[in-house]
């Protein structure tokens, strides 16, 4: 079992910058890939990127590419997505998700947070 608690959502203007912080907890953490995901209302779920244990986050799709940056911190067990540059379509709720395997779809994922709301005004 993997537990994750988001934190760092909040309202910004476009063009800002803000942090999202997962803090995981659970066994063998080495073991799994971290991954955000965010979902917009009315939309269905983008995944936005993973990281594994080690090397720098992968899988970033076009809409985020350039950025959004996906870090780890593994004495911290924590996960970081740092969004730059940010629009209004990027408002979303923002989900940590954990699995042993890499997927590009949210439904590689069996381990979620509880989601952070992240809102951008234009």
């Known amino acids: 079992q993997v537990q994750l608690v988001e934190s760092g959502g909040g309202l910004v203007q476009a063009g800002g910058s803000l942090r999202l912080s997962c803090a995981a907890s659970?066994?063998?953490?080495?073991?799994?890939?971290l991954a955000w995901i965010r979902q917009a209302p009315g939309k269905e779920r983008e995944f936005l990127g993973a990281?594994?244990?080690?090397?720098?986050?992968?899988g970033y799709p076009d809409s985020v590419l350039g950025r959004f940056t996906i870090s780890r911190d593994n004495d911290r067990e924590t996960v970081y997505l740092q969004m730059n540059s940010l629009k209004p379509e990027d408002t979303a709720v923002y989900y940590c998700?954990?699995?042993?395997?890499?997927?590009?779809?949210?439904?590689?994922?069996?381990?979620w947070g509880q989601g952070t709301q992240v809102t951008v005004s234009s």
């Open positions: 998700v954990a699995d042993l395997s890499f997927s590009r779809t949210s439904d590689g994922y069996e381990f």
């Open positions: 659970g066994r063998d953490l080495r073991t799994y890939f």
């Open positions: 990281i594994g244990w080690s090397g720098p986050g992968i």
